[in-house]
Nanobody
Framework: QVQLVESGGGLVQAGASLRLSCAAS????????MGWFRQAPGKEREFVAG????????YYADSVKGRFTISRDNAKNTAYLQMNSLKPEDTAVYYC????????????????????WGQGTQVTVSS
C-alpha cells in the first residue's frame, strides 16, 4: 500500500510560479511511475504530467508543455511539479498518483491506469 500526500498549492497571480510536492510512503516508490492530474470545477479530471520510475523520461499534456516540469527524488520518496508562468486556466485541484507496475517504461496518461492517489492540493491563479 502506498500513501501519497500533496503540498505546495496556494493562491497566486497570473505569471507566478508554484512547486507542488508529493510525499509517498512505502519502499517501492522508486519503482513506480508517478503522475500529476488536475480537476477544475465542473470539468473532468485531466492528465498533466508523468515521470517514469527512474526519472529518465517525462511527458506532458500539451496545455502545460514548456511551463511545467515534473521531477522526482527517489531517495526522498517525493515527486514534484514545478509550475511556471501560471495562467488562470491552470486553476484546479492537483492530484499526484502512482502506477504500481514496477520499473515500467510505459507512458501512463489515463486516470484508471494509476493505483494510488493523494488527497489533492488547490491551486488558484488570479488574473
Amino acid at each position: 500500500q502506498v500513501q501519497l500526500v500533496e503540498s505546495g498549492g496556494g493562491l497566486v497571480q497570473a505569471g507566478a510560479s508554484l512547486r507542488l510536492s508529493c510525499a509517498a510512503s512505502g519502499r517501492l516508490f522508486s519503482t513506480y511511475t508517478m503522475g500529476w492530474f488536475r480537476q477544475a470545477p465542473g470539468k473532468e479530471r485531466e492528465f498533466v504530467a508523468g515521470i517514469t520510475w527512474s526519472g529518465g523520461s517525462t511527458y506532458y499534456a500539451d496545455s502545460v508543455k514548456g511551463r511545467f516540469t515534473i521531477s522526482r527524488d527517489n531517495a526522498k520518496n517525493t515527486a514534484y511539479l514545478q509550475m511556471n508562468s501560471l495562467k488562470p486556466e491552470d486553476t484546479a485541484v492537483y492530484y499526484c498518483a502512482a502506477n504500481n507496475v514496477p520499473r515500467s517504461s510505459y507512458y501512463y496518461t489515463a486516470g484508471y491506469e494509476y493505483n494510488y492517489w493523494g488527497q489533492g492540493t488547490q491551486v488558484t491563479v488570479s488574473s
